[in-house]
């Protein structure tokens, strides 16, 4: 897929980005018209039928994940609250109290 050199400014005004030259403009565009190539290439690949992998490496190798159930913690408790709040610098009412960085 080829990337016009509009959309490569485009891209680069919404990224904040600065080409200082029409050949920096040009060496972008060809990069991302190869970058576009390659999704082509890759979303062409038929994946039906094939289980997705859980690890890079169990197509190779039996891995065992050591994944933690998905439960819900219990709810905390006051003595809890009070534990972690111990090293907050600043605290109201339980909650955690920070500087104003927007007025």
């Known amino acids: 897929m080829a990337i016009q050199k509009e959309n490569v400014t485009r891209i680069a005004r919404l ?6 030259d029409d050949a920096e403009i ?3 565009q060809s990069e991302l018209s190869h970058i576009f ?10 994946t039906a039928g094939v ?7 169990s197509a190779l190798q039996s891995i065992s994940l050591r994944l933690r159930e998905d439960q819900a913690d219990p709810a ?7 534990c972690l709040m111990a090293n907050a ?3 109201h009412d339980g909650l955690f109290l920070v500087p104003t ?3």
Do not use: K
């Open 51 to 57: 289980e997705p992998m859980a690890h890079p490496l």
């Open 101 to 103: 960085v927007i007025e």
């Open 26 to 28: 040009s060496r972008v």
């Open 15 to 20: 990224a904040r980005l600065e080409f200082s």
């Open 89 to 91: 610098p600043a605290q």
């Open 76 to 82: 905390s408790t006051e003595e809890r609250r009070q």
């Open 37 to 46: 190539t390659l999704i082509e290439q890759l979303q062409a690949v038929d």
